[in-house]
């Protein structure tokens, strides 16, 4: 099935530090999903992003689907951005599953 | 806006009891996916299913099953509970129109095995 890597898996920032997160995946997929998943374990929708570049305020992501790679920006880190974030992809050839990363744990300390 | 639906919130069984969870997708979409999250570990694929058929199956064990009723909403029965069971389990759902598309998570249902 496919790989699907986060780096890094530990970060810990200043408030008001700047990060990027990596997803790398070892197939082509249908869909790229970020998650936020918050300290009391809600899991938070942030960009649906199968190619290209979407911004959400602080936070924008790219994706570069024929090099199998996303990004996900963060600005201007608050403490309230601490967290786990997950990258999630529907492989191609299995449209009905959804694989998770491992994750990268982010910490802002204030 | 209506989100996906689960219940319960919270749930505590002994060991060798059966639980069953319970998930409401968001009106109109038709594929419905069950996670199993254990502590510091990334969300599991159980089971999923589309238009009330199962659609793919991933590490659920025998000792679980699930289905989708006409309704779209969907139930994980959980047999002869085991301590390793204890964890976050996510149910998501999505609109299939074509393959890809944005699945939203429910706020999850904590299982604690004692």
């Known amino acids: 099935g496919i790989q699907v890597e986060q780096s890094p898996p530990d970060l810990i920032l200043q408030e008001g530090a700047n990060s990027t997160l990596r997803c790398n995946f070892s197939?082509?997929?249908?869909?790229l999903q970020w998650f936020h998943q918050n300290p009391w374990g809600q899991l938070i929708n942030l960009f649906y992003?199968?190619?290209g570049t979407k911004q959400n305020g602080r936070l924008s992501a790219t994706t570069v689907a024929t090099e199998r790679y996303s990004l996900l920006y963060i600005s201007s880190s608050q403490t309230t951005d601490s967290g786990v974030y997950f990258c999630?992809?529907?492989?191609?050839?299995?449209?009905?599953?959804?694989?998770f990363g491992s994750g990268t744990r982010l910490s802002i300390r204030p | 806006a209506a989100g996906v639906i689960q219940s319960p919130r919270h749930l505590i069984k002994e060991k060798r009891e059966t639980a069953t969870l319970k998930c409401y997708p968001i009106?109109?979409?038709?594929?419905v996916y069950w996670y199993q999250q254990g502590p510091g570990q990334d969300p599991q694929f159980l089971i999923s299913?589309?238009?009330?058929?199962?659609?793919d199956k991933g590490s659920i064990p025998d000792r679980f099953s699930a289905q989708q009723f006409s309704d779209y909403h969907s139930e994980l029965n959980m047999s002869s509970l085991e301590l390793g069971d204890s964890a976050l389990y996510f149910c998501?759902?999505?609109?299939?129109?074509?393959?890809?598309?944005?699945?939203?998570f429910g706020q999850g249902t904590r299982l604690t095995v004692v």
């Open positions: 299913f589309y238009e009330k058929m199962q659609s």
């Open positions: 197939d082509s997929v249908n869909n």
């Open positions: 009106p109109r979409h038709d594929t």
């Open positions: 999630a992809v529907e492989q191609s050839s299995s449209a009905s599953k959804i694989i």
């Open positions: 998501a759902s999505s609109y299939r129109v074509i393959a890809g598309t944005e699945a939203f």
């Open positions: 992003i199968p190619s």
